[in-house]
């Protein structure tokens, strides 16, 4: 597989002239040590990961001497399997206090991991999130140094049939999987979630029913897209509600869902309304719900779903690859208006619709006006769909082909 150019490289370069301890935190095989690896070719920064059993064992129970063995610079991979590790890395950061990007750190369970940082390196660390291959990077194409909004995008790409962005929503962001094309695709992932069951949802969550939580993602996955129901999800794999709002928490924290919160300008009203979930890799998300070609998932039932999945999913790379937190969330009212995303950024919101057309038009995005009750500065809404060239529709909507984000 080649070695791809990461959008976060230069976001990473620079987070480690400021930091002492970086965390890199993600999916599973999203590219985390892959990329600190590149990174560190020709430097004298070690490696180490706790994938290593003994090494695992060695930072639980001696994590001073593991450090010994393993000085900065240096990478530690996996990092949430030796919490452990935390005060003494806040030893050194505190006794070496000019020694910047001593230790770059990898996750993949956020939630556990915050715990840790919480408790012993808050003020000296920075974490930084990060997804599967972005378009643009899978291309090589120059990606954007700022985050996605409607008046940004630049027509610079080549463009693709409705076939090629199919392909694309089908090959996922799991670099392997989605570069390498004589990979057997199914081995991989029957291999990925049974790794992902055994040792992340095991070791850190004590699911004890691994054959219905395989079901339960797999439900997920037909669902995406769609206003999470968690009674839906329990009726489906015959769990209890509850049961199924812990299974949801864990592929939350593993970074496999994104759940998109409702805007409201009151924030704590937007944590107790109903968000929409997201599968974000769309590749894996194929697998489980059986679509074996692009072709068949271009022309099957969840094309829309998948294709909105994939957007909502290039959308958040745009921020989380360059070091930057989204502000997005789905729009609702009790009129019936519906966004499918508001972008909130620098005081003005920008709606837009993700339609599975090649003919949008005003009616589209006629639920866009009733953002003007927010009492914000809404800019320029977009409609991004199938058409093959980026037109606008009126002063205030451009459409904006799928490729193009």
């Not at 993949?108 to 000296?124: P, T």
């Not at 006006?369 to 809404?378: A, F, P, T």
Request: charged letters at 25%.
């Amino acid at each position: 597989m080649p070695d791809l150019e990461r959008t976060l490289r230069p976001v990473i370069e620079n987070i480690s002239n400021g930091f002492r301890v970086l965390l890199l935190n993600g999916q599973r095989q999203v590219g985390k040590s892959t990329l600190l690896s590149n990174m560190s070719k020709g430097t004298s920064r070690g490696y180490v990961s706790l994938d290593d059993m003994a090494e695992r064992k060695l930072a639980q129970t001696d994590p001073e001497l593991f450090l010994q063995q393993n000085p900065p610079p240096v990478i530690i991979d996996e990092v949430q399997y030796a919490t452990e590790l935390f005060p003494y890395i806040k030893i050194y950061a505190d006794n070496h206090r000019d020694d910047k990007g001593a230790f770059w750190l990898t996750g993949s369970q956020k939630y556990k991991l915050m715990r840790g940082v919480q408790e012993s390196l808050a003020g000296r660390i920075a974490i930084v999130d990060m997804m599967g291959l972005s378009y643009r990077e899978k291309i090589a194409s120059p990606f954007s140094s700022l985050p996605f909004v409607p008046s940004m995008v630049k027509p610079d790409m080549e463009k693709l049939t409705v076939l090629d962005v199919y392909r694309r929503v089908w090959e996922g962001g799991l670099p392997e999987v989605a570069v390498d094309t004589k990979i057997d695709r199914e081995r991989y992932y029957a291999s990925y979630i049974q790794s992902y069951i055994e040792r992340d949802v095991r070791d850190f969550h004590n699911v004890s029913k691994p054959i219905q939580f395989f079901d339960f993602i797999s439900v997920v996955a037909a669902q995406t897209a769609q206003l999470l129901n968690y009674s839906s999800l329990a009726r489906d794999i015959g769990v209890d509600v509850k049961t199924a709002q812990s299974w949801m928490g864990v592929l939350e924290r593993s970074g496999l869902v994104y759940l998109m919160r409702p805007y409201s300008p009151n924030i704590t009203k937007r944590i107790i309304k109903t968000p929409k979930m997201y599968f974000l890799d769309t590749g894996l998300a194929a697998y489980m719900t059986k679509w074996l070609t692009p072709e068949s998932l271009m022309s099957g039932a969840a094309a829309g779903a998948m294709l909105e999945t994939y957007v909502v999913g290039e959308i958040l790379k745009s921020y989380l690859h360059n070091g930057k937190e989204p502000s997005m969330y789905l729009y609702r009212d009790a009129n019936q208006n519906e966004v499918d995303i508001v972008l909130e950024q620098d005081g003005t919101l920008y709606p837009i619709e993700i339609k599975k057309t090649a003919n949008p038009g005003l009616n589209d995005c006629k639920s866009f006006g009733s953002l003007q009750k927010l009492q914000k500065k809404v800019g320029l809404g977009a409609i991004i769909c199938l058409k093959p060239e980026r037109i606008p529709l009126s002063r205030e909507v451009v459409s904006i082909p799928v490729w193009e984000i």
